[in-house]
């Protein structure tokens, strides 16, 4: 989930700035007063320094998925270096000094190539943000399958044990040991979805509730077998 969310946030980050910069070279090109550079060039120091920012949150969820396991991160690692080649630290100094000195024209060209850069970076964040989710989603797919199979097997020991109590083929003390050994495996399951539904938002409410559900069930029934006794 950590990994998602700051995934998010740069492409949030990424956005905000295309917008930005895109803006300020609208406003750069048709300006006709040459005082208000200074005003833009301040505005352009801003997003240099928001710039500055996406590279060390980057920074921090490469770090984030070094910690990681099934994660993506090769093709991040690519997008990581070909924003770093991108230099948009020095193109954006150099358009602000450029607002300095009223070279208004020059400033406008390096700003459509920044807006250009921030969002070729939204694209490969997007990207990025659909590679992860697919494999996230698979690796939970499997996890879940796991889950459901372990349920199927839970229940037919219940339904096992339940046919053998009624024909009286088990000794009571020999049943409240199944019994509990079913109850610790029904336990065990969701506390395998609790933390499943730590690492991504693909884990609804809904998956919970029926596995609590199963639970309960199970639950009443054990305990029916067990005043049966």
Request: aromatic fraction near 2%.
């Amino acid at each position: 989930v950590q990994a998602e969310m700051k995934t998010d946030e740069l492409l949030k980050r990424a956005e905000s700035l295309e917008k930005q910069q895109q803006e300020l070279a609208n406003e750069t090109k048709n300006n006709k007063d040459a005082g208000k550079d200074q005003k833009n060039a301040d505005k352009q120091k801003d997003i240099s320094k928001q710039s500055d920012a996406l590279q060390k949150e980057m920074e921090e969820l490469e770090k984030l998925m070094d910690e990681l396991s099934d994660m993506p991160q090769e093709e991040f690692e690519k997008l990581k270096e070909e924003f770093e080649k991108q230099e948009n630290q020095e193109l954006a100094e150099k358009a602000e000094q450029d607002l300095k000195q009223n070279k208004s024209q020059q400033a406008q060209q390096k700003m459509q190539q920044l807006s250009k850069n921030f969002e070729k970076t939204k694209q490969n964040l997007q990207n990025f943000k659909n590679s992860m989710q697919q494999q996230t989603q698979m690796q939970n797919f499997m996890e879940m399958m796991q889950l459901m199979d372990k349920m199927i097997d839970l229940s037919k020991e219940e339904e096992e044990l339940k046919k053998e109590l009624q024909q009286g083929n088990r000794q009571h003390n020999e049943s409240a040991q199944k019994q509990e050994k079913i109850r610790r495996s029904l336990d065990q399951m969701l506390a395998q979805m609790t933390e499943l539904s730590k690492k991504t938002f693909a884990i609804t409410p809904e998956m919970g509730k029926a596995l609590g559900d199963a639970k309960q069930n199970m639950n009443q029934t054990i305990d029916a077998l067990q005043n049966r006794n």
